[in-house]
């Protein structure tokens, strides 16, 4: 595919269930889609594996997809969406606590970072960029202290980056998408008899953010933390 | 000095302008205070150096911490009071960026969760664990976005921590501090002048967490994010 005359994505994290998602749906909607991941995705048109730096610090990954995206230049993306993240439970108390706070701040902070500072160089003026933050650390998370300060962050990172002279380049819109569960195979999986009505399709997040990338009208203001809210099969979307 | 028949704290940072200020208050006070920091304060009744492990993971500084408390045994403390932390400027373009994410993650963050950790084992039930936030990360700080992203974890990080079944003690008191400029030797030199005016005055602040310690009447509600206002070298306390 060229991509010269199409619409260019980049997705970080295009190996989990929901970048895999965007990378399917973006290109059936003619997009132009580049992928960063652990491992490569073999669906998008421009695969970037960290695997090779996997054991590298955050400024050496952040160099080396610098240095794969040159290939792409002068071309920037209209778009990079981060959807890298993980989970982890847990109080103050639990064993693992020390541990799932590296991991929480790796796996949320560190990817949201990566983009940000992909962005400063590759995203055109005036694009989209989408960080993944979590409805529930709206508000205190006792139960999962690690996950809640990491999205926190990821929360603050969002505010800070859509303000004056944070170091995008210029119109860049910022976004935190704020999901509570995704409607995944891992996750019908591991939560057998859950009820997913309250699980947000994926394809329900392409398609929304595919319209902020068009610039819709209806597209929130620039560092919005847009919760997706689902009940009964149905998703909308909350403003905060 | 005997422990024993003493009120007993614990300061992360002892050897910080604010930790060394509360050591000596809190001695004049009468108090048995114990100190942590990266060299020895001598001023402390009980000073525990972190310096033979400052290359040592946060796992590794927490083990090392309630090794060392252990000779307290079974005494426990009525407050810990962390006012370790550090301060970075610079948006997501500045060469120093990522450096000074792990920085202010590390010099903010770790000496928290060393706090909360801490507390798990040592403080008293109904004791007060107090943590420093800021109260510029209350809105974006596009000139500071390292500072800022660590400091709304702590925020987050307060939060859990005062929510049922966090973990800690049996009707632990926590709130978090959060400062603009602190009047301190340092500042003075490094902003010569600037309106002093508007810097907090390091007794203030060992003055109230005195009264929190003591259970004042007027003492907020757990999970207070403290607010330090100084206007014409007067400081008012806002809650959020």
């Known amino acids: ?39 490569q995705n073999s669906k998008s048109h421009f695969p970037i594996s960290l695997e090779e730096v996997a054991s590298a610090t955050l400024e050496q990954q952040v160099h080396l997809v610098n240095e794969k995206l040159e290939k792409l230049a002068p071309l920037k993306f209209h778009g990079i969406l981060c959807v890298a993240g993980g989970w982890a439970g847990g109080n103050v108390k639990d064993s693992n606590f020390l541990a799932n706070v590296d991991l929480m701040w790796k796996q949320n902070m560190h990817s949201s970072l990566l983009a940000a500072c992909i962005a400063t160089n ?28 990491a999205k926190a962050g990821v929360h603050h990172l969002v505010k800070s980056l859509a303000s004056e002279e944070s170091g995008l380049p210029e119109g860049t819109k910022i976004f935190g998408i704020l999901p509570i569960t995704l409607d995944t195979p891992n996750n019908r999986k591991c939560m057998p008899g859950a009820d997913t009505g309250t699980w947000t399709p994926l394809n329900f997040i392409a398609s929304l953010l595919q319209t902020w990338i068009e610039n819709d009208p209806a597209t929130p203001l620039s560092g919005s ?3 997706l809210l689902t009940h009964d099969g149905n998703t909308t979307t909350q403003i905060n």
């Not at 998602?21 to 909607?29: G, N, P, R, T, V």
């Not at 590759?122 to 996950?147: C, D, K, N, Q, R």
């Open 1 to 39: 595919m060229n991509p010269d005359n199409s619409r260019r994505l980049l997705i970080i994290g295009g190996r989990g269930a929901l970048g895999s998602a965007l990378i399917d749906h973006f290109k059936s909607e003619g997009y132009f889609v580049a992928s960063v991941d652990r491992g």
């Open 225 to 227: 933390l847009v919760s």
């Open 122 to 149: 590759h995203l055109a003026e005036g694009g989209v960029l989408v960080l993944t933050g979590a409805y529930l650390a709206l508000t205190p998370t006792p139960g999962m202290i690690a996950y809640g300060l």
